[in-house]
Structure formats: C-alpha cells, structure tokens
C-alpha cells in the first residue's frame, strides 16, 4: 500500500523557518519526481515545489523562490521542504505529492505572531 | 506563468453526462503537459483520477475518463452518482513547472 506521510508543520512567527518532511513507502520512490503542494482552507491547490527522481532538478513556483528549498533522500525514502522567511500569506495545508499522483494528508503550517 | 483555467462551477442531473475541461494559457493542451485530474470532497486531501493524460487508478470510478478535446484536457463524467459532487481540480507541466487550475465546483442535482 502506498503511504506518503507529512510531518513537521506547526504555528511559527512571521520571519521564522520551518522544515516539513514527507515519508514515502509503498512505491519506488527513486523513480517518482516529487513534489509539494499547498491549499488555503476555502481555496484552490497551488504548487510548491518539485524535484526530478535523482534530486538534480528542482522547481519553484515564483512566491518562494529563494525562502523554500525542496530536497530528497532516495536512501530514507523521504523529501524535505526547508521554509524561512516565512509571511502569513504561506499558512495553509501542505501536502506531498508523488508523481504518479500519489498524496499525503497534509500538515498545516499556520505563520502569525 | 502559464494559466490553466477549468469551468468554476458546473451542475449535472443524477445519471447525467458532464465534461469538465483544462485549458492552457499558452495554447494547446498536450500529453506532454503530463494533464492530471484530482477530486477533492470538504475536509480531505485530494485523490487522483488520472494522470499523464489518461492513467488511471485501482480507485477511479469506470464512470470517469479522461481524454484531450478541442485542445483542452478533458474529464468526463458518465452516470454521475450523488458521491461525485466534489470539487475537480487539473494540473498541467510546463518543463518540470506545475501548474493547477483553479478548480471546479461539480454540483450532481
């Protein structure tokens, strides 16, 4: 059975930094491109953030570029969002997502003082 | 960046036929924008219909495909049942960027 399990959000400061991780089994997670997604209680899916199979590639969408940084550990089979900078418009749910379309349950990460 | 854009609100009859479509702002919907479809119900992650076009999962629904029409991405719903009302959402790639479309509101009434 295919799990993806998100863990590592919480309530941070405007400013601060925040790390979220997602646990994968199930699936050959070497060979799926993965990614990060977010949602806005009430609102629509927006993309994060992705990175090819073998880590050599990654993407941002334009609003977190140079604050969120995507990596993965084929050996754990894991991958990370390092958040900083954080401002209250990044609160939301943050889901994994596995290419292939395979998702997580989210973790919320709120960001206010 | 690209905007994909999907019909916001759309209404089918019980045992009804709908088509929910996934447009592109640069032009043509392809397979190699790797279309995903996903339906989201109030208080759950979304779950994946299909993706890279027309793969499916074990746990769509055979009501449900997914095909390229009129060069849009397109879902299409045959005998909808009261449980499909949800929310549908798309995801095209543009060369390793994603990008989802804004979603849209099936109603089965």
């Known amino acids: 059975e295919v799990q993806l399990v998100e863990s590592g959000g919480g309530l941070v400061q405007p400013g601060g930094s925040l790390t979220l991780s997602c646990r994968a089994s199930?699936?050959?997670?070497?060979?799926?491109?993965m990614n990060w997604v977010r949602q806005t209680p009430g609102k629509g899916l927006e993309w994060v953030a992705n990175?090819?199979?073998?880590?050599?590639?990654?993407y941002y969408v334009d609003s977190v570029k140079g604050r969120f940084t995507i990596s993965r550990d084929n050996a754990k089979n894991s991958q990370s969002l390092q958040m900083s900078s954080l401002r209250a418009e990044d609160t939301a749910v943050y889901y994994c997502?596995?290419?292939?379309?395979?998702w997580g349950q989210g973790t919320l990460v709120t960001v206010s003082s | 960046q690209a905007v994909v854009t999907q019909e916001p609100s759309l209404t089918v009859s019980p045992g009804g036929t709908v088509t929910l479509t996934c447009g592109s702002s640069?032009?043509?919907?392809?397979?190699?924008?790797?279309p995903y479809w996903f339906q989201q119900k109030p208080g759950q992650a979304p779950k994946t219909l299909f993706y890279?076009?027309?793969n499916k999962h074990s746990w769509t629904p055979a009501r449900f495909s997914a095909s390229l029409l009129g060069g849009k991405a397109a879902l299409t719903l045959s005998g909808a049942q009261p449980e499909d009302e949800a929310e549908y959402y798309c995801?095209?790639?543009?060369?390793?960027?994603?990008?989802f479309g804004g979603g849209t509101t099936l109603t089965v009434l």
């Open positions: 995801l095209l790639v543009y060369s390793g960027v994603v990008v």
């Open positions: 990175i090819k199979p073998d880590g050599s590639d990654k």
């Open positions: 640069t032009g043509d919907v392809t397979s190699g924008h790797y």
């Open positions: 890279d076009t027309t």
């Open positions: 199930g699936f050959a997670f070497n060979s799926h491109w």
């Open positions: 997502l596995a290419g292939g379309g395979y």
